[in-house]
C-alpha cells in the first residue's frame, strides 16, 4: 500500500482492496453527502473509486486515502482531482482545472483532520506536482468546507458562476508559498 503522506495524526495512501467498502460505510451516509447530492448507489461507489485509481496511476495525484495514523482506522478520503468528468454548463471554463477535496466520515468532523490533510495535499500540489493554481468548489451553505478553504489560505474566485448555486475557492502557487496557512503548517 504506496503511502503518499503522513503527518503526526494522519495517513495518505493510495486505495486498496477494501477500500470501497469502508468509503460506502463511513462516506455514503446522508449527513455525509448532504452538500453532495444524496447516497450513491453501488454502481456510483465503484466508478469513483475505479476514478480514484486511475487518476494516480495516469496523473500522479488523486484522491488518497485518509487513515488516522494511531490506529489505521479508515477516516476518508483527500486530495486532488482533475475537473474533467462532470464539468459542462456552467462548469465548461473549469475543465482541465485541479482540485482539492476531501470527504471524511461524520465521527471525524470537528477534529482538524481535514484542514490537516489538506494542507498536505497542497504542498503536494504545489512543492511536488508543481501546479500554477489549484480550486476548490463547496456548496454554498456548505460553511464547514468553505471555512476550510479559508484557512488554507484560499480566496473567492470571480470565474465562479452564481446559477451553479456553489462557490469557487481559488489559490496559485505564489500564495501558497508566501502567506497560506501560517500557524498550520
Known sequence: MPIVAKTSRLTLRSWQHGDRVL???HCNTHAVMKYLG???SDHGLNEDVAWFKY???EFGH???VVERTE???FLGFAGLDMLDRECTGVLADLHGEIEIG???REDAWGKGYATEAAIVC???AFRVRRFARVVSR???ENGDSIRIMEKLGMSPSIRFKPETGGVLYEIDRKTWFADSCRGYR
Open 23 to 25: 468509503f460506502k460505510r
Open 138 to 140: 463547496a456548496a454554498a
Open 71 to 73: 490506529d489505521g482506522e
Open 55 to 57: 487518476c494516480w496511476s
Open 62 to 64: 488523486t484522491l488518497w
Open 102 to 104: 476531501w470527504r471524511l
Open 122 to 124: 497542497l504542498d503536494i
Open 38 to 40: 444524496k447516497v450513491q
